[in-house]
Antibody, heavy 116, light 112 residues
Framework: EVQLVESGGGLVQPGRSLKLSCAASGFTFSNYYMAWVRQAPKKGLEWVAT????????YYPDSVKGRFTISRDNAKSSLYLQMNSLKSEDTATYYC?????????WGQGVMVTVSS | DVVMTQTPVSLPVSLGGQASISCRSS???????????LHWYLQKPGQSPQLLIYRVSNRFSGVPDRFSGSGSGTDFTLKISRVEPEDLGDYYC?????????FGGGTKLELK
């Protein structure tokens, strides 16, 4: 059974940093692209970042480019999202998702609140 | 960026009835490789999104055949026949043809 479990969320002040983690199990992690998708409270879904199987290629929308960094450790079957220079508009539930030309499996999500 | 426009925003239905959700894109979703990367998700209350349909019309594993997807180019439709209580929630389309990948604004399927 595919499982994705996020951790690392919490309350953080504007301008500070936070790092999210996602522990994967139930599939060969190194064979799949992985991604982060977020959802602001009572809002829709927004793609945040994607990383290739080896980690050599990463993709971001302009809204987070230069501030967020996606990375992975295939030996640990783990995905990460380093978020710097956080803004209030980054407040959201962040989902880890497996990418297979579409997001086929999602974690339960982790809440990030950016507020002073 | 490709804008994905979903209609309606809210869709009241009766149990056992049929529902139809439209998703239109601001440009063609046909990739240079010939595939169309348009997918549908359902987010039940308090849960993570779950994949229903991938690449326009392919049902994901375990998805009942009451769900069907169709369309091409810029115009796509998700149909749900014989609506059941577990079908209620927010539906989203996603395009992963063009970067940045973008979602539709969502359609809330609720009881009439």
């Amino acid at each position: 059974e595919v499982q994705l479990v996020e951790s690392g969320g919490g309350l953080v002040q504007p301008g500070r940093s936070l790092k999210l983690s996602c522990a994967a199990s139930g599939f060969t992690f190194s064979n799949y692209y992985m991604a982060w998708v977020r959802q602001a409270p009572k809002k829709g879904l927004e793609w945040v970042a994607t990383i290739s199987t080896s980690g050599s290629r990463t993709y971001y929308p302009d809204s987070v480019k230069g501030r967020f960094t996606i990375s992975r450790d295939n030996a640990k079957s783990s995905l990460y999202l380093q978020m710097n220079s956080l803004k209030s508009e980054d407040t959201a539930t962040y989902y880890c998702a497996r990418y297979n030309n579409y997001f086929d499996y999602w974690g339960q999500g982790v809440m990030v609140t950016v507020s002073s | 960026d490709v804008v994905m426009t979903q209609t309606p925003v809210s869709l009241p239905v009766s149990l056992g009835g049929q529902a139809s959700i439209s998703c239109r894109s601001s440009q063609s979703l046909v990739h240079s490789n010939g595939n169309t990367y348009l997918h549908w998700y359902l987010q039940k209350p308090g849960q993570s999104p779950q994949l229903l349909i991938y690449r326009v019309s392919n049902r994901f594993s375990g998805v009942p055949d009451r769900f069907s997807g169709s369309g091409s180019g810029t115009d796509f439709t998700l149909k749900i026949s014989r609506v059941e209580p577990e079908d209620l929630g927010d539906y989203y389309c996603l395009q992963s043809t063009h970067f940045p990948w973008t979602f539709g604004g969502g359609t809330k399927l609720e009881l009439k």
